[in-house]
């Protein structure tokens, strides 16, 4: 059971109903923070990573996805690479200093070896181009998941 809810601040969080559960015992590594100024590409992959019983908090841009990591610790920041205001790179460099054990993924309709260099160095776990089979970004999730536990 999926239950879309819409922030006040305009942001959505997708949940699967076995979410709560794992909020009993403290678990917060299964809260992540997905960052695309696409709608549709924001929406899908929200979409298969809450069917993972993952809580998924969806915001358009990067001073949404400020704001809400300064009010709500995340385990997992997804972030597209080029959206307005600053890029997914320069996203996860910020929210890392309001959360150091947020790890992050970089996804991009254009992925180069600049930007995917970019977020390896800024300690990324890795770089997707968006056309990428959902499959291989859950596997990774998962490991993270089982990683932080």
Not at 12 to 22: F, G, H, Q, V
Not at 44 to 52: H, V
Not at 89 to 109: D, M, N, T, Y
Request: proline fraction near 3%; include cysteine; hydrophobic fraction near 40%.
């Amino acid at each position: 059971m999926y239950q879309p809810t819409r922030e006040s601040s305009g942001t959505s969080c997708l949940t699967a109903s076995s979410c709560s559960r794992r909020e009993e015992y403290g678990m917060r590594n299964d809260h992540f923070l997905l960052v695309d100024d696409n709608d549709g590409c924001r929406d899908s992959l929200g979409f298969s990573l809450s069917t993972n019983d993952h809580v998924v908090h969806l915001a358009p841009d990067g001073a949404i996805a400020l704001e809400l990591a300064k009010r709500q610790p995340f385990g997992l920041l997804i972030t597209d690479f080029e959206m307005p205001g600053m890029n997914g790179v320069e996203l996860f460099k910020q929210i890392r200093q309001l959360q150091p054990a947020i790890e992050g993924i970089l996804v991009s309709g254009e992925m180069t070896e600049a930007r995917t260099n970019a977020a390896l160095d800024a300690g990324m776990l890795a770089a997707f181009h968006k056309l990428f089979d959902h499959s291989e970004l859950l596997a990774l999730v998962s490991a993270t998941c089982r990683r932080a536990s």
